[in-house]
DNA sequence: TTGTATGCGTTATCAA
DNA sequence: TTGATAACGCATACAA
C-alpha cells in the first residue's frame, strides 16, 4: 500500500557512466559548451540519451530559487473566454521553458486565496490571474515577495499590478451606437453582478452614458442576474419583456456566458431574434455565428492578451521594470443578424 | 537586468525565531502532533502565521521524491469536453494537495512528446492525458518509471494504462436507432480523422454496424473532415448533399466541434434544421440547447470524468494496483429538435 | 578543460 | 519531547 517509487537516473548516475564529474555534466546542462573538450561533450551526449536522464527541475530550482512554472488562476475554466486565453499564455509558455500551473477558483475568493497559497508554496515564478475582484489578501502579499503578477481581465483598483484587458468603454460605445442607430424603443443591458469586477462595471458605465448622452428614453434597464441561481436570468427578462410591452428593445449582454443563457431563455420563450427582441453581447464565442442568422457580438483578442500577459511576465522576471499600468487591446464589433433587419 | 530575488523565510527562519530546532518545526509540518509539546506547537503556530511562512514544496520534493504535480495533457484546451474534464481533475486535486500542470498538444504528437519530456523533468507525480494517440514514445517511457498514467477518452492498443471513458458503441446505438426510427433514407457520419484515435474509430464502427444491421440503404457516407484546413467539411457536405439529392437525410456528428462547423454550414447555405437534414451529435455543449429548436446530442460525464481520472492517478500513487483496464461511462441521449417532428 | 566542496530548504535517522 | 546531522539532485565558487 505504500508508494514505491523507485530511484531516478540523477547527474551523478550520467556523471559515473561517463567517466567525468557532476560539475562537468552540470556544465553541459547548463548550456556552457565552451567550458568543455568536444570529446567529452560527445561523451556526455551520448551517455544521457542512453540513460535516458532528464534534469530535475526541482533540485535545479531549489538552487537557481526559480521553479519554472507560472501560476494561472482563473475564475471560470469553463468560459471559452478564459481557456483562449490559457492558450495564448501557454504557448509562450512553452516556448520559454515555462509550465503553466492551472487553478479553477469558480469566482469564489476564498478558494482564490487558498490557491494562492500554494502557488506560493511551490514558489511560482509568475502569476496570471483573473480575479474575482473580492478578498484578495493572498494577491497582496505576492508583492511583498515580489513575484511578478499580472491581472488579465479584471483590475483591481487598490492593487498596483499590471493589467491586461480590452478598450471596454471604446467597445461598448462603439456596440450602443449601432443599437441606437437602428431606433429601438428599450435597450436593456444583462449583467452578472457588478461588485468586485471591474469589467463588468466598465461596460455598464459605458452603456449608461452612452444612452444619456444621446437622450435615450431608457436609461435603468440595467439588470444584475446570478447565473448560478436558477431562473434568476428568467426573471428578470419577464420582467423587462413586461416592462417594454409593445416597445421595439434590443439587450446587451455584458459577456458570453450571460449571452448563451439569453439566447436560450429566448428560445424557451419562443421569442425571435431579432424580430421580437434584438441581441448583442461581449466576447464572441464560437457558438455566436450558428444561432439564427448569427449574433452580434463584440469580439477580443483573447489570445493575444492571453499571449501579452505571459510576455509582461517574462519581462519582469528578465527584470525589466514595464511600465504600463494597464494594457487594452481593442476589440471588434461584428455585426450580423440578431441586431439588423428586423 | 537580472532577476533580483529576495531570499524568502524559510524553515530555519521558524526555527530560529520559535526557538526550536528545523526538526521541531518540520515536525509541525508534518502534523505529527503527539511528538511536540502543545505549548511548543503553540509557538509555532504563532510563528509561522506571524512571518507568514510557507513550505518550499520543491525542498520536500526533493527529499520525498514527489511534486505534488500532477500533469494534464490534452489535444485540444479550447474543446468544451476537455475543460470539463479539467475541471473535473483539478477539483480531486485541490481535495488532495495536487495541482495540476496543464499542457495542449493542438493534437500534435511531437509537442506531446515535448511536453511528456518536460513534465518528467517537473517529477510529476501522476499523468493525465488526452493522447494525439500517435507516436507515443514519451508516454511508453513512463512506464519504464512507474509513474501513474491515466488516459482520458482515447485508448492506446499498444500500452496497458488504464483508460477512462464513455460506452461508445452503446450511445451510438442508441442514437442511431433513434435516427433509424424517422425513416431518414440516407444518414451520413461526419468526423475528423479516425487515425488513432480510438474514440473516433469506435463510433464509427457502431455507426456502420448499425446501419448494416439494419439492413440500411446508406452505409457509405462516412466523411473524414480535417477541420484545419478551410473548407474540408463544406466541401464533403455538399458532395454529400448532392448525392442524397431529394432523399430525406441525417448527419451523425462525432463530436462537439464537427457539430457546430456543420451547424454553422448548413447556416451559410440556408438549409433548415431538421427540415432539409436532421443533425445529431456527441457531446453536449451548451449551445446545443440554443440553436433552432434545440440540437440533439449524446451527454457524455464529463465532469465526472475527470474526477474517476484523478481518482484513479490517487489510487495508483497510493500503491492500489487498479485492475480496471477500461472504465466506461454511460452517455446519455438527449433528444431535441434537431432530429424530430420533420 | 576539469574537479572538489558547499549549499539551496526540507525530511529522516539517530541519539539524547 | 527535542535536536544534531545527513541526504535529496543540482549549480556554483574556487582550485587545479
Redesign the interface.
Known sequence: ??????P?VTIKDVALKAGVSKTTVSRYLGGNYKEIAPKTRKRIEDTIASL?Y??????R??KR?????IG?VVAD??N?YT??I??GA?DIC?QN?Y??????TDNDPE?END?I???????IDGLIINTTGRNNEALK?LAH??IPVVLVDRKVPSLEYDTIGVENHRAVTDAMHHLIEQNFDRIAFFTEPLAGVSTRKERAAAFEQVLRANGHPSCQDIYEVDLSSEGSLMDKLLFFLEESKGQTKAIFAVNGVVL?QL??AL?QLNLSIPKDLALLGFDN???A???G??ITTIEQPTYEIGTAAMESILQK????KTFSQYTSFSARLIIRGSTTNN
Chains 1, 2 share one sequence.
Open positions: 500500500m505504500e508508494k514505491p517509487q523507485l531516478r535516458n532528464r534534469p530535475n527541475i526541482m533540485a530550482g531549489l530559487n526559480t521553479s519554472n512554472l494561472m475554466i469553463s471559452p481557456t483562449a490559457m492558450r501557454e512553452n521553458g509550465n503553466l500551473l492551472v487553478c479553477n478558494k490557491y497559497s500554494m502557488l506560493q508554496a511551490h514558489r502579499d515577495d515580489d448563451l439566447v436560450i428560445q464565442p464560437e457558438w455565428l450558428a444561432v442568422s448569427g522576471i528578465k527584470g525589466n
